[in-house]
């Protein structure tokens, strides 16, 4: 058993996995010389299986998982966590913005009795753009979800066994690593690393990739855009009897007769789309449980290697 897994999703990667191994490879040799490297290709359209397969071919201690398609990030880790092995398991990307030097900082504070550890980028290297997306969904989540976000922290962690066994058991189709790190428990920690620039390449997460991921990601883990539509509705519905009362009374007291046509339509208009806007909401909802009762695998693995067929047990699927 190795001590120490580290998962990364692989998209577009053929530039870096090269570095990303001997980075690894020589960081987490300082810790433990018992390490497994599992890398999950996410179905890119590159070479980067071919990497993988030539990387596992030098060390065992790589492992290999090749998707029968494109799933996503998040399916991608999943997958990952399935065929680890370790007492402690890092999660990372691959572009190399997560620095391999810094899993030592976090192995060590892990060491002082923490079961979750969490990176976080005190000086993101990303740029304007997306450093404002990313506030803004951390904003948007910590006021429409259930559980708190920090900003600077993403994916990179590394984090007890015990835990992953209990994160392998959310089978739900909307994921998100660090939401469902945080709503397990345990006792957790952050320590401030480096953040460093993309090896090579550009992110594949569009604007309309995030929207989307955020729309899911609060949709999936809280109710609350429900709780808010109602209470907004009946907002509204109290405006609109006081301001009926309004012209009731401003009608008897000074005869000054109701206006025409303009706020009637208005308030029509404003109406319609407030009802539209609730029927998307209660219309999300119902589309998440639609994925939900479909039962479908998380994940197809098409290859793998140097893994035993019986190494991830059951859990290619949903259960």
């Not at 870096?16 to 490879?25: K, S």
Request: proline share 3%; charged share 25%.
């Amino acid at each position: 058993m190795p001590i120490i897994s580290v998962v990364s999703p692989v998209y577009r990667a053929e530039a870096c996995l090269h570095e990303l191994y001997r980075r690894l490879r020589e960081a987490l040799e300082t810790i433990t010389p018992d390490f497994e490297i599992v890398l999950v290709e996410d179905g890119g359209p590159d070479r980067s299986w071919d990497i993988i397969e030539e990387l596992a071919d030098r060390d065992a201690r790589v492992k290999g998982v090749k998707f029968g398609r494109n799933f996503g990030q998040h399916f991608a880790i999943a997958a990952g966590l399935d065929h680890a092995r370790g007492d402690w398991i890092v999660v990372m990307d691959c572009d190399l913005q997560d620095r391999p030097e810094e899993i030592s900082k976090l192995y060590e504070k892990a060491l002082e009795g923490y079961d979750i550890v969490f990176a976080r980028r005190h000086d993101r290297k990303d740029g304007f753009i997306k450093k404002l997306l990313s506030r803004l969904w951390s904003a948007l989540y910590n006021t429409l979800g259930d559980i708190h976000l920090d900003n600077a922290v993403a994916n990179f962690s590394i984090s007890r066994r015990v835990v992953i066994d209990n994160v392998r058991k959310f089978k739900e189709r909307n994921r998100s690593f660090p939401i469902f790190l945080n709503w397990v428990g345990f006792k957790r920690a952050y320590v401030d690393v480096e953040h460093s620039e993309r090896f090579s390449g550009k992110s594949t997460y569009t604007w309309t990739k995030l929207f989307d991921f955020a729309i899911d990601s609060i949709v999936s883990q809280s109710n609350k855009p429900l709780r808010l539509s109602i209470r907004f509705g009946l907002l509204l519905a109290a405006a609109s009897f006081l301001f009926t009362l309004f012209l009731v009374v401003r009608y008897l007291l000074h005869g000054i007769p109701v206006a025409g046509w303009t706020s009637m339509i208005v308030s029509i208009w404003f109406v319609a789309g407030l009802l539209l806007v609730n029927l998307g909401v209660l219309g999300l909802y119902l589309g998440k449980v639609f994925d939900e009762v479909k039962n479908r695998p998380l994940y197809v693995v098409h290859k793998t290697r140097n893994i035993d067929s019986g190494e991830a047990g059951g859990a290619r699927g949903r259960g």
